[in-house]
């Protein structure tokens, strides 16, 4: 079975890894796009905590995190040790007493199907900040110790370099699609024609531009969102949890004193991949407000990544309809470290006609077609 993956963020690159791992000949073809999301992504594995009530989301978002340890010792056992994820925690601030036992509770439901949340301890104002020096002072925390942060740039690295090892080739530019009554055949590459069993698109917020040849539309809008990298002095960040405040911002440590805070949720700014004054401005505000311990950090980077999401914010997967020889996946939003992994592998079972694990009809890739 021949298969070429158009699209290698945490998605495609999940796929390439998981099909060729089982034996299939794979053909990966990523432009690398200024703004690719898994380029930009945070990095938080956490999706116990969400009020999101949409339960097909959340059956991709919680299979996603308990995939997570399985997928990082397959990796390993490819030789691929720096996947920069680490189960490092998360705690979930709040100033307000009620709002942190109603967080304990939502978490304790959560638990019942979801053991890999960990445990789930109460914590006062000072253990809360024990955990996260730069802190403000009072706040309280729910602490999950199963949650994990994960860099997207080393996991979708070491997804390639794993694939790679099973045999997969990787190429860099654009691909289009070859595509002869209704059927897809293969992809055009550097002016060259190459035919497959199946093209699997996986092209994050760009994905209506191939698809769009094909006569039909494809429903993906992007976010923007601007995210910055700092440097704390004098402090060993490896091990601090993410802290979850209560508002749209995270806060997040990685080694050699790496702090990530972010990140913007721009609606209308197109494929725009400046850095503004206006977004490191709000980043900033809010970050220093929660932990003002931040503003003796370098700054080091602003990145800026684009979040695809399809209608209702529901992922999509599955056979593009009206066609042939194709599968789409598109949509993973603001959560598709979390999911990419997962989805991944549903895809990779998908085309290779695998039982899934997953619900298909409830991502129907038709919801997201317009003719
Ligand atoms: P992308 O990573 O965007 O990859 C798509 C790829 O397809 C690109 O490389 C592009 O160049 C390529 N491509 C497109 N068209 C073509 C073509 N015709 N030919 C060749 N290549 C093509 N998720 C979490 O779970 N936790 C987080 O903490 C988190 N934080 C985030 C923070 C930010 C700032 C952003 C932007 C996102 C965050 N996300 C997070 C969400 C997550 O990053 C995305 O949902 C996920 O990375 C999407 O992956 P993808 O593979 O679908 O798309």
Same mark, same amino acid.
């Given at each position: 079975?021949?298969i ?11 796929t390439?890894?998981h ?10 073809i990523?432009r ?7 380029n930009?992504a945070a990095?938080?594995?956490?999706p ?8 097909? +989301?959340?059956?991709l978002a919680?299979?996603?995190?308990k ?10 056992e490819d030789?691929?040790?720096n996947t920069?994820y ?5 705690? /979930?601030i709040?100033t307000?007493?009620e ?10 439901k959560r ?6 949340i960990?445990e ?5 104002t000072?253990?809360?900040k024990?955990? $996260? ?6 706040? #309280?925390?729910?602490?999950v ?11 979708? /690295?070491?997804?390639?370099?794993g694939a ?8 860099s530019?654009n691909?289009?699609? *070859? @595509? ?8 055009? $590459?550097?002016?060259?024609k190459i035919t497959?069993?199946?093209v ?5 917020a +760009?994905a ?6 094909l006569?039909?539309?494809? !429903?993906?809008?992007?976010? #923007?969102? !601007? ?13 601090w ?5 209560p ?6 440590? $990685?080694?050699? !004193? ?16 400046r850095?503004?004054?206006?977004? @490191?401005?709000e980043?900033l ?7 003002p311990?931040?503003?003796v @950090? ?6 800026v990544?684009?979040?695809? $999401? ?9 056979p *593009? ?11 993973l939003?603001? /959560? ?6 997962f989805i991944?592998?549903?895809?990779a079972?998908l085309a ?13 890739v038709?919801?997201?077609?317009c003719?």
């Open positions: 079975e021949k070429i993956i158009v699209g290698a963020g945490i998605l495609g690159a999940s390439a890894y099909l060729a791992k089982a034996g299939a000949e794979v053909v990966i990523d690398n796009d200024d703004g690719q999301a898994t930009a990095g938080i594995v956490c116990w905590l969400s009020q999101r009530r949409n339960k097909a +989301w959340y059956n919680k299979g996603g995190a995939y997570y340890p399985t997928l990082i010792a397959n990796l390993e030789g691929e040790k920069g680490a189960k490092v925690g998360a705690i /979930s709040h307000d007493e709002k942190i036992y109603a967080m304990e509770k939502r978490a304790l638990k019942l199907d979801a053991p890999e960990g789930i301890t109460v914590l006062n000072e253990q809360t024990a955990l $996260f020096p730069p802190l403000a002072d009072g706040y #309280k925390s729910v602490h110790s199963g949650a994990a942060r994960v860099n997207g740039r080393a996991l979708r /690295s070491s997804l390639l370099n790679r090892k099973h045999g997969a080739k990787v190429f530019g691909a289009s699609l *070859l @595509c002869k009554e209704n059927k897809v055949t293969g992809v055009i $590459f550097n002016d060259k497959a069993n199946k699997i698109v996986t092209a994050g +760009w209506n531009q191939i698809i769009e040849p006569g039909i539309q494809f !429903q993906v809008t992007s976010q #923007k969102a !601007q995210i910055m990298h700092l440097q704390i002095p004098d402090e060993s960040t490896g091990k949890p993410v802290v979850i405040p508002s749209d911002q995270y806060i997040l440590s $990685f080694e050699d !004193q790496r702090i990530v805070i972010g990140a913007t949720h721009e609606n209308y700014a197109g494929f725009d991949t850095v503004t004054a206006g977004g @490191c401005h980043i505000n809010k970050a220093l407000q929660i932990a311990g931040l503003s @950090c370098t700054i080091l980077e602003t990145r990544g684009f979040r695809p $999401f399809t209608p209702d914010f529901l992922p999509v997967i599955g *593009l309809p009206g066609f042939s020889g194709i599968l789409v996946a598109n949509g939003g603001a /959560s598709g470290l979390t999911m990419g992994p991944g592998l549903q895809l079972k290779l006609n695998k039982e899934l694990d997953i619900e298909l009809s409830h991502y129907d038709a919801s997201a077609v003719n």
